[in-house]
């Protein structure tokens, strides 16, 4: 059976003094494997940077989410989420330029008690011609109590994409 998954997200990240950061992000993702339609999330938090460097970074944070989720066949769900994460990248901008990295964030509803949810992703991109990519990405997202009874309560996938840098 056909499964379609889209994400899209932006991050904004301001530094303060020494490591530490604040953010705020917006996100909205649509998951037919999990029965979602739209999920659209805001949120905003702190962090710090715990390696910072011109070959890697290392970095986690907490925040809080408001959440709003239609599933197919249920009431939308209007939620505050608490916002752990943490990001980590090893990279090279010499050629072969690459970029192994990954991210963990978890989603403990505040309105629901039990509830959390998570996403995880790992990637590995490699520059095998000047500025052409390939790139091997795993996903998965979880989440503890999906609102009905016969919807999935995970979603997880392997990528592998050819990209051009300009």
Known sequence: ERTERYQLGGVMRRLLRGHNYYEGQLGFTRNTELDLNLRSL????????FVRSNRAEWLGGVGLAYNHENFQ???????MELLLGTQFSIFSYDFPETDIGGSLVVLPSLTKSGRYRSEADLHANYEFVDDLYFELRMYGSYDSEPPGEDLSSSDYGFVTSLGYKF
């Open 42 to 49: 805001v949120g905003g938090g702190v962090g710090r940077y």
């Open 73 to 79: 066949g249920e009431d939308p769900i209007d939620s």
